[in-house]
């Protein structure tokens, strides 16, 4: 018996030996593979790790954004190798820096010269040539000079007050393009692989659907503004058709799609998330409910005397309401990074960012840091009173030259959906304190299944 024992007991030395060695073998390959070869300047690089091959830390960080705390693998970093602000990493198929306090993300975000756009195969697939994830810097400053009036001149605001910027024929069709639109987002960072079952190979299926219903719509569009027809409403879609570049030249309908298709899923589907996670912030928290329907019943008030409808002018009164959403923004975190890639190699705080390597702004983190925003898990209007934050540390829509191009555009639409839901409906949701899930986008697993009740 006592042999017996002996000889199991240095079987299973020999096999937890066996895996011990190959665990850290098999950990140190992509390490050797990406930090090795740097020789003395790997000693420069941040602290962090590359994780496991090929895969490298996304199971860590799925293992985060899958539970009811995505902000753990943020905290697991710092709490690893300290508040540096920069990690290095591998994720999304690429060796990465993660950079997460205000100061590096400023200077990221501010630094044309060293750093592109470095958003994964996937995104720059699914949203184009002409997307703004993709092209270079000097095509994107001609783009968004073209594109400013139509997504936040003053016609485009102002239209979006009495009917959606999409104009009329994309708004009937908004329910058809939604769910396209959901196939598309779920494949924005996924793996690349268009294989049936792969959430890529569906996005891809979305894209060609939704090309080919927006073209649909641009050749209409195109036939009815040969008939002069003052009764037809103007949207966003009309002004992208009549920009004209220096040249007199107008933007092809593969650019008008590609930049449809962006602004449809930024400024509506993650406008639409905002504006629900506004809605359950502000009836989660009774007194800051009162307060901002206050407002707006002061609002309607005035706009009442005077006989006139929603304007600009009352928008830019919603003081309190701004606070709401500027915390929502915040605290919801809708975009958690945003992507860039290092072109030289780089020094920022001392530490070496590689040629090539992709670079994480880690928005979330940012948001969600304690020395930032004290008691960050909290939300708290009030923390914007009086309060301009510092560069990099507010960063819902980016920043920089690359700062989202319709950002006035989805908060003016988010203000005039909570303005007339405050004054006209309540919420009662059907599942309260319910988990969340955090990819593609932060939401509640049933969609915030609610009952709305209009107020008499």
């Given at each position: 018996?006592?042999?017996?024992l002996d000889l199991l007991g240095l079987i299973l030395a020999?096999?937890?030996?066996?895996?011990?060695?190959?665990?850290?073998?098999?950990?140190?390959?992509?390490?050797?593979?990406?930090?090795?070869?740097?020789?003395?300047?790997?000693?420069?690089?941040p602290p962090g790790d590359m994780g496991w091959p090929i895969i490298g830390n996304m199971w860590s960080f799925l293992k985060a954004f899958r539970s009811n705390d995505p902000d753990t693998f943020i905290y697991n970093l710092v709490q690893r190798h300290g508040r540096t602000g920069i990690y290095k990493t591998y994720l999304f198929g690429s060796p990465s820096i993660i950079v997460s306090i205000p100061e590096t993300c400023r200077k990221v975000f501010a630094d044309d010269e060293q750093f592109r756009l470095g958003y994964p195969i996937s995104t720059k697939q699914l949203t184009g040539k002409k997307s703004f994830h993709s092209i270079p810097n000097s095509e994107h400053k001609r783009l968004r000079r073209l594109t400013t009036?139509?997504?936040n001149g003053h016609e485009a605001l102002s239209m979006s007050l009495h009917t959606s910027s999409l104009g009329p024929v994309l708004n009937q069709l908004w329910g058809q393009l939604?769910?396209?639109?959901?196939?598309?987002n779920y494949g924005m960072k996924s793996a690349a692989i268009n294989l049936p079952g792969f959430a890529f190979h569906k996005a891809l299926k979305a894209r060609k659907m939704l090309i080919k219903i927006l073209q649909?719509?641009?050749?209409?569009?195109?036939?009815?503004?040969?008939?002069i027809d003052p009764n037809v409403k103007r949207g966003m879609i009309d002004l992208l058709m009549e920009i004209e570049d220096e040249k007199g030249h107008k933007l092809p309908d593969e650019d008008i799609i590609d930049l449809l298709l962006m602004f449809l899923l930024a400024g509506h589907e993650s406008s639409a998330h905002v504006a629900m996670w506004a809605i359950l912030y502000l009836h989660n928290h009774p007194q800051v409910l009162k307060k901002a329907k206050e407002e707006q019943e002061e609002i309607l008030k005035k706009r009442q005397s005077v006989g006139k409808g929603l304007s600009l002018k009352d928008v830019r009164q919603m003081n309190y309401l701004q606070?709401?959403?500027?915390?929502?923004?915040?605290?919801?975190?809708?975009?958690?990074?945003?992507?860039?890639?290092?072109?030289?190699?780089v020094n920022i705080n001392g530490y070496l960012i590689p040629k090539g390597w992709k670079v994480l702004?880690?928005?979330?983190?940012?948001?969600?840091?304690?020395?930032?925003?004290?008691?960050?898990?909290?939300?708290?209007?009030?923390r914007w009173e009086n309060h301009k934050p510092k560069p990099g540390s507010f960063l819902p829509f980016g920043a920089g030259s690359r700062i989202c191009p319709g950002a006035d555009l989805a908060k003016l639409e988010i203000s005039i959906f909570l303005h007339y839901f405050l004054l006209n409906f309540t919420l009662e949701q059907l599942n309260p304190g319910?988990?969340?899930?955090?990819?593609?986008?932060?939401?509640?697993?049933?969609?915030?299944?609610a009952k709305i009740v209009k107020i008499e």
């Amino acid at each position: 018996m006592k042999l017996y024992l002996d000889l199991l007991g240095l079987i299973l030395a020999v096999v937890l030996g066996i895996y011990v060695f190959l665990f850290g073998f098999v950990k140190k390959i992509n390490e050797w593979r990406y930090v090795s070869s740097f020789g003395e300047k790997k000693h420069s690089l941040p602290p962090g790790d590359m994780g496991w091959p090929i895969i490298g830390n996304m199971w860590s960080f799925l293992k985060a954004f899958r539970s009811n705390d995505p902000d753990t693998f943020i905290y697991n970093l710092v709490q690893r190798h300290g508040r540096t602000g920069i990690y290095k990493t591998y994720l999304f198929g690429s060796p990465s820096i993660i950079v997460s306090i205000p100061e590096t993300c400023r200077k990221v975000f501010a630094d044309d010269e060293q750093f592109r756009l470095g958003y994964p195969i996937s995104t720059k697939q699914l949203t184009g040539k002409k997307s703004f994830h993709s092209i270079p810097n000097s095509e994107h400053k001609r783009l968004r000079r073209l594109t400013t009036a139509p997504i936040n001149g003053h016609e485009a605001l102002s239209m979006s007050l009495h009917t959606s910027s999409l104009g009329p024929v994309l708004n009937q069709l908004w329910g058809q393009l939604r769910s396209f639109y959901t196939d598309l987002n779920y494949g924005m960072k996924s793996a690349a692989i268009n294989l049936p079952g792969f959430a890529f190979h569906k996005a891809l299926k979305a894209r060609k659907m939704l090309i080919k219903i927006l073209q649909e719509v641009l050749d209409e569009r195109r036939m009815k503004s040969e008939v002069i027809d003052p009764n037809v409403k103007r949207g966003m879609i009309d002004l992208l058709m009549e920009i004209e570049d220096e040249k007199g030249h107008k933007l092809p309908d593969e650019d008008i799609i590609d930049l449809l298709l962006m602004f449809l899923l930024a400024g509506h589907e993650s406008s639409a998330h905002v504006a629900m996670w506004a809605i359950l912030y502000l009836h989660n928290h009774p007194q800051v409910l009162k307060k901002a329907k206050e407002e707006q019943e002061e609002i309607l008030k005035k706009r009442q005397s005077v006989g006139k409808g929603l304007s600009l002018k009352d928008v830019r009164q919603m003081n309190y309401l701004q606070k709401v959403i500027d915390e929502t923004l915040r605290r919801a975190s809708v975009s958690f990074c945003n992507f860039r890639e290092a072109k030289v190699d780089v020094n920022i705080n001392g530490y070496l960012i590689p040629k090539g390597w992709k670079v994480l702004l880690w928005n979330r983190g940012v948001h969600m840091d304690p020395e930032v925003y004290s008691n960050p898990k909290e939300f708290l209007p009030e923390r914007w009173e009086n309060h301009k934050p510092k560069p990099g540390s507010f960063l819902p829509f980016g920043a920089g030259s690359r700062i989202c191009p319709g950002a006035d555009l989805a908060k003016l639409e988010i203000s005039i959906f909570l303005h007339y839901f405050l004054l006209n409906f309540t919420l009662e949701q059907l599942n309260p304190g319910g988990k969340n899930v955090y990819l593609p986008i932060p939401r509640p697993v049933d969609n915030c299944l609610a009952k709305i009740v209009k107020i008499e």
